[in-house]
C-alpha cells in the first residue's frame, strides 16, 4: 500500500470524533486507507444488496451483525443510516473512533451528514494519489507520463494500462452512479457532454455552447455539472475577489480530479501523443491546480483555492489564501525559464500588499528567488503548496 499523506489527519479525527466521515471519487483509496489504519474494525459494503436492504429496513439488526467500531462503506447508498449512527453516538458520545463512513457521492451523504451527524463527525476528502504520495517511484518519469497515467492508487499499484483503466472507470461511473444519481435518458449525450467538457480544462465553461454542441438544454448542462462535481470527477476553480480596483470576472475555471481520465477523454494514449496535444499545457495546469487542492484536504483544511481574472484579460491561474495573506501562484507546462512566464506575478504583487510567496510552477530547473519581487520558480516535483501554512 502507498502511504497516503491523509493518515496523520484521519488518525486525529478518529481520537477526537466518535464518527469520521472521508469523500472522494471512486477508486481514490477510501476503503484501503480506513481498513490499513482500522485494522479492528468490523467492515461492511452496502454496495451488497442484501446488506443495503437490512440497513434500510432493521436498523438495529444491521448493527447487531455489525458492530462498532465499523466501517461503513458507500454510505450514500442508504443515507438514513446516519440517523441510526447518530443514536448510536449519542448513547455514549464520549467513546471517540466508533465509526468510519466513506461515500463518493457528496450531495446526498453531505445533506444527511449535515442533519444527522453535525458535531459529531469530521468529514475529510481523499483524493487520487499526489505527487509527493507516489515519491521516488515516479519521480524520474517524464511529465508526459504522468499526465498519460493519472494518479489513480490502483493504476499504479498493478501497473495497469491507463487507456483501459480509465475506459472502465468511465464506464463504471456511467452505468453504476449517473443512473442512480439522475435520471439520463440518454447516456451517450451524457458520454459525449463529459469528453466536451474534457476539451475545455482550465476554461470558463459556456453553458449554452455545451448545450448546442451536445443536444440538450442549457439547464440541463448545469444539472449535468453538479452530478459531475457532486461525485468528484470535475472541480470548479471559484473566481477570487479582492480590493484591487479591477473588475473581476465572476465565473469559475473547470479541471478534472484526475488529469489521467481527462487525457483519456481527449484520445491521448501515448507519451508522444501527449508531448504534441494542443491542450497540454491545460493539463499540466489542471495537474498543478489538483496538487493544490490535495494538499488542502490531505492537512484536513477546507480548501481556500480562487482564480484571478479581469475582464480586461489579466490572469492569474491559482490564488492559495491564508489567514490574511495570499500566494499567487502562475503555472507553465515549459521547462526553459523567461521572464515573460512571471509578468503576471511580478505585476501583481507590486498592487496587493497581502500577495506574500510569489511562485511559478512549471516544468523547468528550480530557481530559489528570482527579481526584485523574489519570485520562487518551482519545478512541478519540488512544488509543495502547503508550504505556505507549515
Known amino acids: 500500500m502507498i502511504a497516503r499523506k491523509l ?10 470524533y466518535p464518527v469520521v466521515t472521508v469523500f472522494g471519487p471512486r477508486q481514490s483509496g477510501k476503503t484501503t486507507l480506513a481498513k490499513a489504519y482500522c ?3 468490523t467492515y461492511v459494503n452496502l454496495e451488497d444488496r442484501e446488506t443495503r436492504e437490512l440497513a434500510k429496513e432493521d436498523y438495529k439488526a444491521f448493527f447487531h451483525r455489525y458492530p462498532p467500531p465499523v466501517i461503513i462503506d458507500e454510505i450514500q447508498r442508504v443515507p438514513e ?8 453516538v449519542d448513547s455514549n458520545r464520549e467513546l471517540a473512533g466508533q465509526f468510519v463512513l466513506t461515500g463518493s457521492h457528496q450531495t446526498e451523504l453531505a445533506e444527511a451528514v449535515d442533519q444527522s451527524l453535525a458535531g459529531r463527525t469530521s468529514v475529510l476528502e481523499l483524493y487520487p494519489l499526489s505527487l509527493e504520495e507516489l515519491g521516488d517511484v515516479k519521480k524520474y518519469d517524464s511529465t508526459d507520463t504522468l499526465l498519460l497515467q493519472g494518479f489513480m492508487p490502483e493504476l499504479h499499484a498493478s501497473h495497469k494500462n491507463p487507456t483501459r483503466y480509465y475506459r472502465n472507470y468511465l464506464r463504471t461511473y456511467v452505468e453504476r ?10 447516456l451517450i449525450l451524457f458520454e459525449r457532454f463529459v469528453t466536451l467538457l474534457a476539451g475545455r480544462i482550465g476554461q470558463v465553461v459556456n453553458f449554452s455552447s455545451l448545450a448546442g454542441e451536445t443536444g440538450v438544454s442549457s439547464s440541463t448542462i448545469m444539472s449535468w455539472m453538479s452530478i459531475l462535481e457532486a461525485s468528484f470527477l470535475i472541480y470548479r476553480l471559484p473566481p477570487y475577489f479582492s480590493n484591487i480596483s ?11 480530479t484526475e488529469p489521467g481520465l481527462a487525457a483519456f477523454l481527449l484520445g491521448i494514449e501515448t507519451e ?8 497540454r499545457g491545460e493539463l499540466f495546469e489542471n495537474m498543478v491546480v489538483m496538487e493544490a487542492l490535495k494538499a488542502f484536504a490531505n492537512d484536513g483544511r477546507e480548501s481556500r483555492m480562487a482564480l484571478l481574472r479581469t475582464e480586461k484579460g489579466f490572469e492569474i491561474d491559482l490564488m492559495l489564501s491564508h489567514g490574511v495573506n495570499v500566494q499567487p501562484v502562475e503555472i507553465k507546462s515549459a521547462m526553459t525559464f523567461n521572464r ?4 503576471n506575478l511580478e505585476t501583481y504583487m507590486k498592487e496587493d500588499e497581502s500577495a506574500v510567496q510569489p511562485t511559478l510552477v512549471f516544468d523547468g530547473d528550480d530557481i530559489p528567488f ?11 516535483r519540488n512544488w509543495h503548496p502547503d508550504e505556505l501554512w507549515k
Open 340 to 343: 515573460k512566464l512571471i509578468h
Open 7 to 16: 493518515e496523520k489527519t484521519f488518525y486525529e479525527a478518529l481520537k477526537e
Open 81 to 88: 443510516l446516519t440517523s441510526a449512527v447518530q443514536i448510536l
Open 272 to 279: 508522444r501523443q501527449m508531448s504534441t496535444h494542443p491542450l
Open 370 to 380: 528570482f527579481g526584485e519581487q523574489r519570485v520562487r520558480i518551482r519545478n512541478i
Open 39 to 41: 485494522p479492528n474494525f
Open 177 to 186: 452512479d449517473v443512473r442512480k444519481l439522475v435520471n439520463v435518458r440518454d
Open 246 to 256: 479591477k473588475r473581476m470576472v465572476k465565473s469559475p475555471k473547470v479541471y478534472f
